[in-house]
């Protein structure tokens, strides 16, 4: 089966722009969970939906928002970048709820978000 | 306090021998899991092997086991007859509940020597 798909891979963007990145989940997977990876933080949470409901939150501001479709596809967006928004974001596809199918989690190959 | 410690920033294996990488966790939880990731230097997260926290047995996948010991709150990643391609950062990962929200280590950067 397919895997997580995130996109675009790479992203440069201006200072004070925003930007909006996807994640495709597993087939069947209804949970995406959402990271910042950066080589000072490490990796740090941001937000996590299922069915279409943000369900946990991360300690970031306000300028971090995503949403899940229907279709379990989620977006995250960036408002008004700032050049400490560079980083890796990673999201893991998880089935997300009770059940043998929740032993996994996988996650995109990432995409990388240069702010210059 | 740090739900996921790894105290090795770095290693160094020769090939074909073993190697345990370390992981200490933190909750209070009775049902979570365990994770391992693989990330090599094209940043891609590759899912090598889970334990549940009632789990009764360490799981293995292949070349990878998991030495899980409850009491002492560890979760040490082993991968025997290690290959040039086992170089990358690994991280260890906990969930706990089924929600998808992790907490990640700051991850081991294995070396494989020839």
């Given amino acids: 089966k397919a895997g997580v798909t995130q996109t675009p891979r790479y992203l440069i963007k201006t200072r004070g722009q925003q930007v909006t990145l996807s994640c495709s989940p597993i087939s069947g997977h209804r949970s995406v969970s959402w990271y910042q990876q950066t080589p000072g933080q490490g990796l740090q949470f941001l937000f996590e939906y299922f069915s279409e409901t943000q369900r946990n939150k991360g300690n970031f501001p306000g300028r971090f928002s995503g949403r899940q479709f229907s279709n379990s596809r989620s977006e995250m967006n960036v408002s008004t970048l700032e050049l400490g928004d560079s980083a890796l974001y990673l999201c893991a596809s998880s089935w997300g709820s009770v059940g043998e199918g929740n032993t996994e989690a996988f996650f995109g190959q990432g995409t990388r978000l240069t702010v210059v | ?114």
């Fill in chain 2, 1 to 114: 306090a740090q739900k996921i410690t790894q105290t090795q920033p770095g290693m160094f294996v020769q090939e074909k021998e073993a190697v345990t990488l370390d992981c200490t966790y933190d909750t209070s939880d009775q049902s979570y899991g365990l994770f391992w990731y693989k990330q090599p230097s094209s940043g891609e997260m590759i899912f090598l092997i889970y334990q549940g926290s009632y789990d009764e047995q360490n799981a293995t996948e292949g070349r990878y086991s998991l030495n899980f010991q409850k009491a002492r709150k560890s979760a040490n990643l082993v991968i025997s007859a290690s290959q040039l391609g086992d170089s990358a950062m690994y991280f260890c990962a906990m969930r706990e509940g089924y929600f998808n929200k992790f907490y990640f280590g700051s991850g081991t950067k294995l070396n494989v020597k020839p």
